[in-house]
């Protein structure tokens, strides 16, 4: 088990955007790596890189509205030694210039981080144009790509500073609206790592993003049921810690993925993809079900969509039910 | 090495009889392009234009070179075998399992390369990338050339290119066009029309040239011209004829994509050896 706050179900718990951690994460390698640089697509401000920008105006380049050319200037800058942090809203990057990242960033082996924030129909009354629920799918089914779900603000801040560590490739999804701020400085965070955040034996409940604090709920709340539920903390979803998650399903003999993302190709894809390879369980998907979003309140959507620890209660039940 | 125009117009040749074998050997592949291209080829390798160590090709300031559109990669891949990249035997290779001569250039395997290409637009921004990094982050004396085609112009990533060059005033990047006005559908300005180009550059900030893609002499001046212009980046419109040298294929854009069959290519390789009839052949 890991270190997370203290009171973690309190009505008052701290919220923060997982952006920002991004955006820390950012300030911290502008001090430390001088080949840092960071690109983004007129979007500097709502991508948390606005104060890297003005703190290193000489390695923050504004590319304008053009995300094709943003993955192309950052494999050019990564094969000249710089490590680029190309930014945008997720929809339009990895969204918009997927064969870019493909070809001039993965199949190249470029050194360039691509931040897609914004993801997910928490984004709110934006609408579906602007919910990007597929790109866990289209960056994890990339050669040489790490892939990071951040969990909160603090994780995406240990994320961005483990991306700039890894030579290659890494994807790291954010989100806009304030979500529960539930680890700390202290809880691990390495990459190909899952994390037990509570121990249980009826059901594994693996989730990635703000899914994460929804599981712990769902979990406290099945306790009170008697059911006992492990929550993993899957922030690394390229590569996947397949020992930690082998051990728990073989502990609890079910599992439950949840993430803000459509099921088809997502975290529960991930998850199922070991398991079924290693040590195959019953196991039930919380995501989108092969749908568009719609204009909402984050919290309206998540709930209407089926993304939320109420949702995850309810695979829990049913999937323990198939055992 | 100091080549007269003449060597080097017998180097283009030779290099375009290795395309010639090199597409018959493989079966698939592109044969208009790489074979229009090979005098700008022959021109930024052997005329003193690009400055590299084949011995020693990633040396820190050897003038970067990118193909934008991978598909004329025969030429490139000629070109590199004679400036001694790689053997000249290994050209044999071209599109065969195992080897370093993908059918379209993959640059994690190829000595010489910069870049991995064959979707269209993408070199241009990498190229675009590398000469930013070069001229305002490491100030750094190397140079970008970029051969992008015209068919690629479709795409709508090489004008984010050319804008944010043009804004940031790259004057280390020269962009070689192969305008030979073809394209797997037609002629470029029946599928989707261009001109005027050169306006279009113009408009961008760019500095533009234009020049017979097939008269060395005026492709290497173009290149200086474009080393001493201090404020903008330069565009070199080099017009070409697609399939050049062999009478069959030149102009003609049903060769965009298709390789010499055996007889075609025995054809092809005795106008090249003949200079077109004007000398007899040691091979007759």
């Known amino acids: 088990m890991v270190e997370l706050i203290p009171d973690l179900f309190s009505f008052n718990i ?31 401000e709502s991508t948390k890189m606005g104060d890297f920008a003005k703190a290193y105006p000489d390695r923050f380049v504004e590319v304008g509205v053009a995300e094709q050319n943003l993955a192309g200037l950052g494999a050019g800058m990564a094969h000249e030694g710089k490590i680029p942090f190309i930014t945008s809203y997720a929809v339009f990057s990895p969204g918009r210039n997927w064969d ?28 579906a144009t602007h919910q990007a629920l597929e790109d866990i799918a289209i960056t994890r089914v990339l050669p040489n790509m790490t892939v990071f779900v951040p969990a909160d603000a603090v994780e995406a801040r240990k994320a961005t500073i483990a991306a700039a560590k890894i030579k290659g490739p890494v994807y790291i999804r954010l989100a806009r609206e304030k979500t529960p701020q539930f680890t700390t400085d202290e809880t ?31 979990a406290n709340d099945l306790s009170k049921e ?19 998650l082998i051990q728990s399903a073989k502990k609890t003999g079910c599992v439950v993925s949840a993430e803000e993302h459509q099921i088809t190709g997502g975290v529960g894809s991930a998850v199922a993809e070991v398991l079924s390879k290693n040590f195959p369980v019953p196991q039930e998907f919380v995501g989108m079900p092969d749908h568009f979003g719609e204009s909402g309140e984050p919290n309206e959507l998540i709930s209407k969509w089926g993304m939320d620890s109420k949702a995850i209660m309810g695979a829990v039940r049913k999937v323990i039910s198939r055992k | 090495m100091e080549y007269s125009i003449r060597d080097l117009e017998a180097k283009a040749n030779e290099i375009r009889q290795d395309i010639v074998k090199m597409l018959v050997t493989a079966g698939s592949g592109h044969s208009a392009g790489p074979l229009g291209m090979a005098d700008v ?59 370093r001569l993908q059918g379209h250039p993959h640059h994690c395997v190829l000595p010489g390369s910069e870049n991995t290409s064959g979707p269209l637009g993408q070199g241009i921004s990498q190229a675009v990338g590398m000469a ?81 893609g097939h008269n060395i002499k005026q492709i290497i001046d173009a290149c200086n011209e474009a080393k001493a212009i201090s404020e903008k980046p330069t565009v070199i419109i080099c017009h070409t004829i697609p399939g050049k040298g062999i009478d069959f294929m030149e102009y003609k854009y049903e060769w965009h994509g298709v390789p010499p069959n055996k007889e075609q290519a025995r054809e092809a390789l005795k106008e090249l050896r003949t200079l077109g009839g004007k000398i007899r052949s040691e091979h007759e």
């Open chain 1, 188 to 218: 691990p965070f390495e990459a190909g790592r899952a994390y037990v955040f509570r121990e249980g034996i009826h059901c594994t409940i693996a989730a990635a993003g703000p899914q994460v604090y929804y599981a712990l709920k769902a």
């Open chain 2, 41 to 99: 080829f022959t021109a930024l390798y052997f005329g003193n234009v690009l400055n590299y160590d084949s011995k020693n090709p990633t040396l820190w300031n050897r003038d970067r070179f990118i193909l934008s559109n991978g598909h004329i990669c025969p030429v490139w891949y000629a070109t590199l075998a004679h400036a001694g990249f790689f053997p000249h035997s290994e050209l044999a290779s071209l599109r065969k399992l195992g080897t």
């Open chain 1, 100 to 127: 870019q990242i493909r070809v001039s960033i993965c199949y190249s082996n470029n050194n360039v981080k691509i931040i897609g924030s914004h993801a997910g129909i928490s984004v709110g009354p934006d609408g």
């Open chain 1, 14 to 44: 701290a919220q923060a955007p997982i952006r920002q951690g991004f955006g820390e994460g950012m300030m911290i390698l502008g001090k430390e790596n001088s080949d840092v640089v960071g690109l983004c697509c007129d979007l500097t």
């Open chain 1, 226 to 244: 008697g059911i006992e539920c492990e929550v993993l903390n899957m922030v690394s979803v390229k590569p996947m810690d397949e020992t930690t």
């Open chain 2, 132 to 212: 930013y990094v070069g001229l305002k982050m490491k100030k750094e004396p190397w140079r970008v050339y970029c051969v992008v085609g015209d068919g690629e112009l479709d795409e709508g990533q090489v004008w984010e290119a050319f804008m944010f060059a043009g804004k940031n005033k790259l004057r280390n990047l020269t962009v070689l066009v192969d305008r030979n006005n073809i394209q797997i559908d037609g002629f470029t300005e029946d599928v989707m029309p261009m001109e005027p180009l050169g306006a279009k550059w113009e408009s961008f900030g760019w500095h533009v040239l234009e020049v017979d």
